[in-house]
C-alpha cells in the first residue's frame, strides 16, 4: 500500500480495435435459425477452418463439449489466426458466439457488407462465451470468421463456434437441443448474507440460471453460484436451470439454504456503501495518529501492517508505541472496541509494498489462518485485509481464507487492495484468488494509483489520474465475477500519500456517481449501472489528517449519500 513505483507493460496497439468485452449469452433463436459455421466443434479435426502460419490445431483438452477444440498458438508476428468462410443471407441478422480458454482471446466477423465486428477478452483460466451479433448487406451472401490470440501471449482454445440465424444455404451442424434439467444441486456454503450452490454440468448447456424464491437472481456458465444480499437467520428455496440458443430446461429440484445469524459487534452490519482508509503504524511524516483520533467517515479501518515471522505463512502484530508519542497497547485494544462500537470495523492489514509473506502450500496456509485468527482474539479485529504487493498463490490463499473465516463466524470482514496490474484479468492469481473468496469477501479495494496505463474493460488503454481510469478499470472486476457490492475505488488521500495517481475528491466523486448512476462519466461510458457498489478506500487516515481531512470529508459524505 505504501507508495512505490510499479511498471506495467502497455497494450497500446489493442486500443486501435473496436473491442467490447462481454459476458453474455445468445439470445432465443426463432424456429427457421440454424449454425451456419460447418465443424463449429473442431471435431473434424481443422475441417473448414484455415489458420495462419500452421498456428492451429486441435486438441482433446481443455474441451467445452464434445472431444475436441481449437488452440491457437500465436508466434512471433504471427496471432494465431483461423477462419472459416461462412454462407448468409443478405439483409439478416446473425448472432456469433464461441467459448474460450487460455490466452487473449479474439472473435470476430468481416466482409458482412454493414459494419464488421468483433470482441475479445483477456486470458482466462476457465472456458467463458464471447457473444456479439452482425447484419448482412443487401448482396452479402458470405462473410469470414475468424478467432485469434495476441503477439506474444499463450496459446488461446476455441469451440463451439457459432454463426446462428437465417439458413444461408452452406450446410451447418446439427440445431442445439434444449438441454436437460441440471442433477445435484446442493447448498455448498452460507454466510449471514450469501448462499454457494453447485450442481452437475448438463451436456449441450451453455450457462445456468439460478431462482431464489422462484424469481431468477443471476445467471452463470459454469456450475457453481453465490447469491448475495440475502438476510441473516433467514431460509431461502433454490433453484437451477440449463440454458443453451435453443431455449432453457426446466427448473431443478429446490434445495433450501438457511443464512447465520449477523452476529459480531452486537449486530451492527456495514452499511451498503462503505468507506475503507489505512490507518499506520508507524511514522512516516504523516499526521500520527491513535484508532480514536480517525474521522468517523471511515467505516473499515485496516491496521498497516502485520509483520512477517520465522515460521511460514504466520503473522503476528507489534503496536510501535514509540513511533507514535507512547500509544499502548491496553489503548489501542480500548479504541478498536469504542470503533466497533460506533459500528465500525477493524481489520488487520496484511503485506504492503516491503510485506514478505509467503503462503504457498497447505502447511502455510494453516499456519496463515492460525496467527490471523489469534491476533483477531488478541486485539479483537474484525478480520484481515490482503494487501500482498508481491504476489500470491491463488490456491493456498483461498484456502487459508476460507478457513480462517470459518474460524471467525459470519461477521468476519475480509478486503483485498491489489495493484492494478493483478487485477487485468481473471487469470492473474490476485483476482483469482477474490473470486474463489467470493464467499467471504467483504470488498476489493485496487489501487488505482502507482500504476502505469492499463487497459479498461473495452479494450482502450488509460493513463491513471482520470475519471475513465478508475470506471473503465473498475468495469473489469464488476463483469469480471465480482459482485457489485464487493468493489470499491482506493485512491491516496493527498499529493504526499504517493508516488503518482492522486485526484481530487471531485473526481473520485464523479465516478463514483458514473459507476452507480451513469452520471459525471468521462469518454467511458458503462454498458450499465452499478447501484450496489461498495464505496472508496484511501492511503491513508493519516495523510488525510495532515490535508486536513478534505478526502474523507468530501468522499465519505459523497459515498454515504449513494441511494
Known amino acids: ?9 502497455l497494450w497500446a ?9 462481454t459476458f453474455a449469452g445468445a439470445g432465443q433463436a426463432s424456429a427457421a435459425d440454424v449454425n451456419n459455421a460447418r465443424n463449429s466443434g473442431f471435431e473434424s479435426g481443422l475441417g473448414n477452418w484455415t489458420c495462419s502460419a500452421n498456428s492451429g490445431t486441435t486438441v482433446s483438452s481443455p474441451v467445452h463439449s464434445g ?5 491457437g498458438t500465436p508466434a512471433g508476428q504471427d496471432n494465431a489466426q483461423c477462419t472459416q468462410s461462412v454462407a448468409v443471407k443478405p439483409n439478416s441478422t446473425y ?10 482471446t479474439y472473435l470476430g466477423v468481416t466482409g458482412t457488407g454493414t459494419t464488421d465486428v468483433s470482441t475479445w477478452t483477456p486470458d482466462s483460466s476457465s472456458w467463458k462465451q464471447l457473444t456479439t451479433s452482425f447484419t448482412t448487406g443487401s448482396s ?11 503477439y506474444g501471449q499463450a496459446p488461446y482454445y476455441a469451440d463451439d463456434v457459432s454463426v446462428y440465424g437465417p439458413d444461408g444455404g452452406g450446410g ?7 438441454p436437460a434439467t441440471p442433477a445435484g444441486l446442493a447448498v455448498s456454503s452460507t454466510t449471514s448474507s450469501s448462499a454457494s450452490l453447485s450442481w452437475n454440468a448438463v451436456s449441450g448447456a451453455t450457462g445456468y440460471n439460478v431462482y431464489r424464491n422462484g424469481t431468477k437472481v443471476t445467471a452463470v456458465t459454469g456450475t457453481s453460484a453465490t447469491v448475495t444480499g440475502l438476510a441473516a437467520s433467514t431460509s431461502y428455496s433454490f433453484q437451477v436451470t440449463a440454458t443453451n440458443s435453443a431455449g432453457e430446461s426446466a427448473k431443478s429440484t429446490a434445495v433450501t439454504a438457511t443464512t447465520t445469524s449477523g452476529g459480531g459487534n452486537g449486530g451492527i452490519a456495514l452499511p451498503k456503501h462503505a468507506v475503507t482508509g489505512y490507518w499506520q ?5 504523516a499526521t500520527v495518529q491513535k484508532l480514536s483520533d480517525v474521522s468517523s467517515q471511515y467505516d473499515i479501518i485496516a491496521v498497516a501492517f502485520a509483520d512477517a515471522t520465522t515460521t511460514p505463512g504466520a503473522v503476528t502484530f507489534n503496536l510501535d508505541s514509540a513511533g507514535l508519542g507512547g500509544y499502548t497497547v491496553d489503548q489501542f485494544k480500548a479504541d478498536i472496541k469504542a470503533k466497533q462500537a460506533a459500528g465500525k470495523k477493524v481489520v488487520v492489514s496484511v503485506g504492503g509494498q516491503n510485506g514478505t509473506i509467503s503462503v504457498n502450500d497447505s502447511t502455510s496456509a494453516t499456519n496463515f489462518a492460525n496467527s490471523v485468527y489469534s491476533l483477531m482474539q488478541t486485539y479483537g479485529f474484525d478480520g ?6 508481491n504476489g500470491l498463490n491463488a490456491t493456498y490463499m483461498s484456502q487459508a481464507l476460507h478457513s480462517l473465516a470459518a474460524k471467525a463466524g459470519s461477521s468476519f470482514v475480509l478486503t483485498m487492495a491489489p495493484q492494478t496490474i493483478d487485477m487485468q484479468s481473471t487469470s492473474n492469481s490476485y483476482f483469482q484468488t477474490a473470486l474463489n473468496v467470493k464467499d467471504v469477501l467483504t470488498v476489493v479495494n485496487m489501487q488505482y494509483y502507482n500504476s502505469g496505463s492499463m487497459l479498461g474493460c473495452d479494450g482502450k488503454v488509460y493513463s491513471q489520474g482520470s475519471v475513465d481510469f478508475l470506471t473503465a478499470l473498475a468495469c473489469i472486476q464488476l463483469e469480471g465475477g465480482l459482485s457489485p457490492s464487493q468493489v470499491g475505488l482506493g485512491l491516496p488521500a493527498s499529493t504526499s500519500a504517493a508516488g503518482s495517481g492522486y485526484v481530487s475528491p471531485t473526481v473520485v466523486n464523479n465516478a463514483l456517481d458514473c459507476l452507480t448512476k451513469g452520471t459525471g462519466c468521462g469518454s467511458f461510458k458503462p454498458s450499465k449501472t452499478y447501484p450496489d457498489l461498495r464505496g472508496a478506500m484511501t492511503w491513508s487516515t493519516n495523510w488525510d489528517a495532515s490535508a486536513g481531512s478534505s478526502w474523507s470529508n468530501s468522499v465519505g459524505g459523497h459515498v454515504h449519500a449513494l441511494p
Not at 1 to 9: D, E, G, K, L, N
Not at 67 to 71: G, T, V
Not at 140 to 150: A, E, F, I, Q
Not at 281 to 285: E, L, M, Y
Open 172 to 178: 451447418s451442424d446439427p440445431n442445439p437441443t434444449v
Open 67 to 71: 472431444a475436441a477444440a481449437l488452440k
Open 1 to 9: 500500500m505504501s507508495p512505490h513505483t510499479r511498471s506495467a507493460r
Open 384 to 389: 484481515v485485509d490482503i494487501d500482498l504487493e
Open 95 to 104: 448472432s456469433l458466439s464461441a467459448w474460450v480458454q487460455g490466452g487473449y
Open 13 to 21: 496497439s489493442m486500443a486501435t480495435a473496436a473491442l467490447a468485452l
Open 281 to 285: 503504524n508507524f511514522n512516516n511524516g
Open 140 to 150: 452479402t451472401t458470405s462473410v469470414t470468421v475468424y478467432t485469434h490470440g495476441w
